[in-house]
């Protein structure tokens, strides 16, 4: 074996391992804190991501922003709302914003409304930073 690491070297000296990037996320897990989040985005632009576990397109969907993603704390509230395990926390995002359910969905707060809002691949397709 010792001839064949020589020649072709070992797979961790080869390949670079991408580190990775963690955002800031706030657990959104409560109905309390929506009213928080209509509140503070009356000074700070609130951002909640919908997700779901079971779904594929979510996965990548998220993966995607997480890659794409350069804004700081000091920007925006970045909430991560993991739809079946809070469901009715997802349930009341929608009566409350005025936004039909979809999943995985963005959707960008400012002054107590949605300013924008998109689902599936229009999620990364979103520029936070105008709303910053």
Known sequence: M???KKIFGTSTSSVTKKEKKVLPWITLNSLEQLDVIESASKTKTQ???????RCGVSR????????N???TEQDLDL???DLISYRSVSNEVGYKFQVMHESPQL???KNGVVVAHDSHGGVNAIDLNSYV
């Open 69 to 71: 993603y350069e804004l």
């Open 47 to 53: 951002i909640i991501f919908k997700y779901s576990s």
């Open 79 to 81: 909430y991560f709302l």
């Open 60 to 67: 990548m969907v998220l993966n995607q922003f997480v890659d």
């Open 2 to 4: 010792g001839i064949f």
């Open 107 to 109: 959707l960008v707060i």
